[in-house]
T-cell receptor, first 116, second 114 residues
C-alpha cells in the first residue's frame, strides 16, 4: 500500500486566492512526521512545513498552513494568497518513528499552476 | 555557503559507462541520503548513511554503490549504466534524531543515458 497518497495530479488557482493540496498517509507507527516540499521548474527541493504526529496544533509557516486531521490520516497543505511564484510541484512526505530508518516516503506530487 | 551541494548538475553519458556523483553537506548533519526521481517525478529512497554506516539499501541494483568517506560526504558510483538509470538523483542530509528536522536536499543531478 502507498504510504503517501496525493490524489490531485494538477491544480489551478487564481492569483491571491487560497488553495488546498490534499495528502493522505498510511502508517501503523504512532510516531511519525509529515513534511511538504516544493519543487519549482528549476528542480530543487524546498522544505515548506512540518507536522508531527503528536503535535496538538496545526503547523503554520507564513502563507503555508497544514490542515492535520489525524483520525482521517490527512495532512493537507493550504497556501493562502497565492502568488505566481507558487507555481511548482508540491510533494507530501512522511517519516516514520523516532528511531526508524529516517528516510522520507514521498507522494506522487501535485502540480500547482497559479493563474494571473 | 551552499548547504548540500552535489556535482555534476548534468551528466550525459553512453550506456555501459561508469560514472560518479558527488555530494557534500556543510550542515554538520550525521545522516545522508540518495533519492531517485523518475520521469514521472516520483521520488524514492535509494540509500541512507548514518555516520558513514549504511542503514538503508532499498531494492537497488548492485551496480549502484554509495561511498561515504566521512559524514559530510556521500558519493554515488554507478557501474555499467543502463537506459533505465536516466533520472534525477538527489542527495539529502538531516540530523537523526530529532524526527522533526527536515531533510535538506541538493539541487539534483540530471543523468541522461544515450
Amino acid at each position: 500500500a502507498q504510504k503517501i497518497t496525493q490524489t490531485q495530479p494538477g491544480m489551478f488557482v487564481q492569483e491571491k486566492e487560497a488553495v488546498t493540496l490534499d495528502c493522505t498517509y498510511d502508517t501503523s507507527d504512532p510516531s511519525y512526521g509529515l513534511f511538504w516540499y516544493k519543487q519549482p521548474s528549476s528542480g530543487e527541493m524546498i522544505f515548506l512545513i512540518y507536522q508531527g504526529s503528536y503535535d496538538q496544533q496545526n503547523a503554520t509557516e507564513g502563507r503555508y498552513s497544514l490542515n492535520f486531521q489525524k483520525a482521517r490520516k490527512s495532512a493537507n497543505l493550504v497556501i493562502s494568497a497565492s502568488q505566481l511564484g507558487d507555481s511548482a510541484m508540491y510533494f507530501c512526505a512522511m517519516r516514520e518513528g523516532q528511531t526508524g530508518a529516517n528516510n522520507l516516503f514521498f507522494g506522487t506530487g501535485t502540480r500547482l499552476t497559479v493563474i494571473p | 555557503d551552499t548547504a548540500v551541494s552535489q556535482t555534476p548538475k548534468y551528466l550525459v553519458t553512453q550506456m555501459g559507462n561508469d560514472k560518479s556523483i558527488k555530494c557534500e553537506q556543510n550542515l554538520g548533519h550525521d545522516t545522508m541520503y540518495w533519492y531517485k526521481q523518475d520521469s514521472k517525478k516520483f521520488l524514492k529512497i535509494m540509500f541512507s548513511y548514518n555516520n558513514k554506516e549504511l542503514i538503508i539499501n532499498e531494492t537497488v541494483p548492485n551496480r549502484f554503490s554509495p561511498k561515504s568517506p566521512d559524514k559530510a560526504h556521500l558519493n554515488l558510483h554507478i557501474n555499467s549504466l543502463e537506459l533505465g538509470d536516466s533520472a534525477v538523483y538527489f542527495c539529502a542530509s538531516s540530523t537523526r534524531p530529532p524526527p522533526n528536522q527536515p531533510q535538506h536536499f541538493g539541487d539534483g543531478t540530471r543523468l541522461s543515458i544515450l
